[in-house]
């Protein structure tokens, strides 16, 4: 297989996993607090935040770098549209990861208090956004010129 096959393929695997990852870390926080058992939340915003953000921002990252790559051997200069919007995206997308993590880090201080409702829904807010940057910089990346 040549090595550019072997980087799309390693490039696109973390967008993948992203794009799989965060809902599920979504739907997991939800269906706790929905459960009201506050150590069952508790443990699962501890994991979140130490384990699973940490992981998923360690992928988020691997993607301008195998992008940058991908780019230099295909020949591609670095002034195109697609690829200033997707980079211009992609920090918005790092932007909304952190005031997620700010946010989720507040939550698990509260501890068995129940969170606010403000505070949810910016969670949500700050997770839904991501998600979405996450799929217009994946649209974009698939309709690059071949």
Known sequence: ????????IAHGLPAILLLLG??????MLWKAAR????????RKLRRTRLISLPLLGLLALSLPLSGWWLVDLAGWPLGQTWLLASNLLFVVLLLCGLLLAGRLKAWQALGEAPAPAGLLRLSA????????????????MGAKPA
């Open 1 to 8: 297989m040549e090595p550019y096959q072997l980087l799309k």
């Open 22 to 27: 965060v809902p599920a870390h979504v739907v």
């Open 35 to 42: 459960g009201g058992d506050a150590a069952v939340l508790q």
């Open 125 to 140: 807010l700050y997770a839904g956004l991501g998600l979405l940057v996450l799929l217009l910089i994946l649209g974009l």
